[in-house]
């Protein structure tokens, strides 16, 4: 019985925007944070090197860096998302 919406929808040009001042760090925050669900599965060094590679090599597809932050930010942002779609449903 919730009206549920999609609360981030982006597309962008990968090659563009990763060349784009500060985006580096807010995917290496993001991915990297200290409760990184893909940290603790798969480890930092390991997260971390897949991140360098791709940012410092090109090596690797963007898909993978884009699945890693979409998860870590979706799965940080979807609780309270839940929770302000339920007050306007009140």
Known sequence: GLTVT???RTYTNDAEES???GIRER???TILAPQSTVVE???REMVAGVLA?????GRGPSQ?????YTWEAYHRGVAA???A???QDS
């Open 85 to 87: 779609a339920a007050k």
């Open 81 to 83: 998302h839940l929770r």
């Open 64 to 68: 993978v860096v884009g699945a890693l």
């Open 27 to 29: 995917i290496e925050a």
């Open 6 to 8: 999609s609360f981030s």
């Open 41 to 43: 599965l798969w480890g």
């Open 19 to 21: 060349a784009s001042p």
């Open 53 to 57: 590679d791709w940012f410092d090599h």
